[in-house]
T-cell receptor, first 107, second 119 residues
């Protein structure tokens, strides 16, 4: 079983600040996915990273896949209250999830 | 992105009864679907992997006789919670995996979830 550890588990910041959340594993993944989930809803796919060292940008969100394909990070620039939610990484053929980072952005 | 639907979105049932939850991939064929359970303020816990035309693979600790999974077609998987008890109350989420394209590895799209309350 490939385990994913996410950090931090909770993050509360002010609007306009930058933040980075991490997804780490001791295993190599062929790909990793990042999702955002709002209360009472299913997770929504944000991005899939496939190539070691890959960087993908989605507006103010920047996703990076580690060179060794064991870790990934999500950086949010100038966070907004609308970014509030549970951020999850997932990977492996059986699509297991990390514990998630619960982000709160205060206006 | 691809669309996955779940039905019902909310269900309340009495202890001892059975409840069926449907998961459909609306615009792609999914040979593999996954069922997750999520408790408040926690991440998703994988319950089982459902492959079209074959038996589901259950995670350790998940009772296969209690959580019956049927993946009868490439667009439909069902989860039946049998003889439900209050401790089965939870948020159940399904996902469908896109076919392997050879370029991007699998992607997975989630349904909106089903809130089950057992009284």
């Amino acid at each position: 079983t490939q385990l994913l550890e996410q950090s931090p588990q909770f993050l509360s910041i002010q609007e306009g600040e930058n933040l980075t959340v991490y997804c780490n594993s001791s295993s190599v993944f062929s790909s990793l996915q990042w999702y955002r989930q709002e209360p009472g809803e299913g997770p929504v796919l944000l991005v899939t990273v496939v190539t070691g060292g890959e960087v993908k940008k989605l507006k103010r969100l920047t996703f990076q896949f580690g060179d060794a394909r064991k870790d990934s990070s999500l950086h949010i620039t100038a966070a907004q209250p609308g970014d509030t939610g549970l951020y999850l990484c997932a990977g492996g053929s059986d699509m297991r999830f990390g514990a998630g980072t619960r982000l709160t952005v205060k206006p | 992105g691809a669309v996955v639907s779940q039905h019902p979105s909310r269900v309340i049932c009495k202890s001892g009864t059975s409840v069926k939850i449907e998961c459909r991939s609306l615009d792609f064929q999914a040979t593999t679907m996954f069922w997750y359970r999520q408790f408040p303020k926690q991440s998703l816990m994988l319950m089982a992997t459902s492959n079209e035309g074959s038996k589901a693979t259950y995670e350790q600790g998940v009772e296969k006789d209690k959580f019956l999974i049927n993946h009868a077609s490439l667009t439909l998987s069902t989860l039946t919670v049998t003889s439900a008890h209050p401790e089965d109350s939870s948020f159940y989420i399904c996902s469908a995996r896109t076919p392997f394209t050879g370029v991007e590895i699998y992607e997975q799209y989630f349904g909106p979830g089903t809130r089950l309350t057992v009284t």
